[in-house]
């Protein structure tokens, strides 16, 4: 449904391949394991036989990825790939065979979810990551389990026992070392801590650095890692996805029948455009007066380009949005409450009847994420910016 933002800077763009390249290759084993196919590869070269880049294909683009996925299909080494290579003695089905096994080790998924799921979390604010991109109804955010507070000293100061303990190398020990001394008086900085924390401690809870982070998240593979093994640790065939849309119905469903044709469903493609290609709508067959029930219109998504519908498929996107009628019903009926013209002698009465003012009258009404921010921010708001455009409220953000 929302195409995900990735840095559009080159500079930041490579930046965020790299680190993602580095998650894996900081591990000897990992580099080790890499090794083992260059020996295999340059044999292949040899004969003529495509090879792939590990590195390179880490961090390829979505489209070039399906792409190159079929041309290298002969990593599921059907037989028909071998008649291509006809003229060539039987070594080149004894190395293929080899090198197979050995990019499937180096790409082999499991066990790596969590390096790959903290990878989106550090890059948060890169991705943007805000609601579900499948769906925009169900948030994908990260949390804490700390309460809120204004600072680390008064966190220091208010924290019990065991929320002390959540930050890294603070242990029972040291929370009822911090504890005593604040007991005696309170903290007004740190490093008050100096005498029974060391350096590091100190730092840790000055910058407030937790041992865990938890996720709303999870990772789906676009393109499913069964039948593109090739692909099971690259990182624009990973969607970030909520629970439901991942577990419940998505599973392994596929998306994408025909890789060359259909690449482009992908919310991690360059040419992703669900947004302008499918639109939420309502019939409503009086829409001058005010609705009194969400079983009095209908809503619907209307489609220029049918491939998309296979997503509404899948999510079951018609059924997950009925339940969310009562938005449309309410931006309906403030949609004649509050006409542009009452608008401005609201405006006109607080004495302010600038365009700015305006317009913030109208996010106070209709709410502010039909006119400003990203899609992906709020929940619903895909949904609340098409229909506020069908109703012809003025400034709907185009996303
Ligand atoms: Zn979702």
Redesign the pocket.
Known sequence: MIKISYPIDPIELQKFKQDYIDIFFKYVQYRDAVEDTYKIKSKLNNLGIPSIDIKILLVEDFSTLCEKEEKIDYLKLSSAYFTKYPEKDLKVEDYCTKYKSKVLKALNYEGRQAQISNFFMQNNDKLQLG????????F?NMFDDIGDYQNSVEFCNEADAIELQKIEKIDEVQASKIIKIRNISLLTSISQLSSVLTAEEIDFLNNMTLKQQYKHFTLDHFLDKGSNPILSLSLFNFVP??Y???SLFKRTLPIVVDKKKDCYLSPTHKDYMFDANVSFSYINHNPTSKIDNVEDFQLKLAYKDDAYKIHSRI?KLDGRYKAHKEIVLDLHNNSIDYSETQIKEFAKMSKNNTIENRSNIKKVIFGKEIFDGEVQKIPLTKLKRDIAKQIGIDGVKET
């Open positions: 609601t579900c991109y499948t769906c925009n109804i169900d994908i996805m909520c439901p849309c991942n999510f």
